[in-house]
């Protein structure tokens, strides 16, 4: 119990590895690879050491991202500074009142929006109804109609017990 038991499938990934390993460093050097040798020792375990880390890639700096909606933000105002156009008065007597035009208005809007909203109503309703119609003639219709006669049983149920304890 005091040895370690590792199932057979990690002893075969364990020597891909070390084959492929092997491989890849004879054919860098140009030489034929080693051939494979199958021995019945314990496998030597794979060590991490520091020359085979990846170091992860250093944080970029973190910029806080009000500074660029600031200066864009600076930058419309400039340009919308720019762009004014210059205050110009008005002549004295260039607008009568002779030649100004009445305003029309409709009237009573609010009659008007009152009996739209009437409509709206009567639309919405009409919907609801029809939606209800059709939810309630399926399955969900079946249950709240064996819902409302068991609640109409008990009902009856408890008024009868009442009205023959009030008897006695």
């Excluded at 491989?23 to 494979?36: K, N, Y």
């Excluded at 260039?94 to 909203?117: F, V």
């Excluded at 399926?138 to 709240?144: F, H, P, S, T």
Aim: net charge negative.
């Amino acid at each position: 119990m005091s040895e370690q038991t590792r199932p057979s499938g990690a002893d075969e990934v364990l020597s891909s590895l070390r084959r492929l390993v092997t491989d890849e460093a004879a054919s860098a050097e140009g030489a034929a690879p080693a051939p494979l040798r199958l021995t019945a020792a314990r496998p030597a375990r794979l060590m991490l050491t520091p020359a085979l880390r990846v170091d992860a890639p250093a944080p970029a700096p973190a910029v806080p991202r009000l500074e660029g909606i600031e200066a864009e933000l600076a930058a419309r105002d400039a340009m919308l500074a720019a762009e004014e156009a210059p205050f110009i008065e008005d002549e004295p007597g260039q607008i009568t009142r002779q030649g100004a035009g009445l305003l029309s208005w409709p009237d009573e809007p609010e009659a008007e929006a009152e009996e739209e909203a009437r409509r709206d109503e009567e639309i919405l309703r009409s919907l609801i109804r029809d939606v209800l119609r059709e939810e309630l003639q399926g399955d969900l219709g079946e249950r709240v109609t064996r819902n409302i006669r068991k609640i109409v049983r008990a009902e009856v149920a408890r008024v009868l017990t009442v009205s023959t304890a009030r008897r006695d």
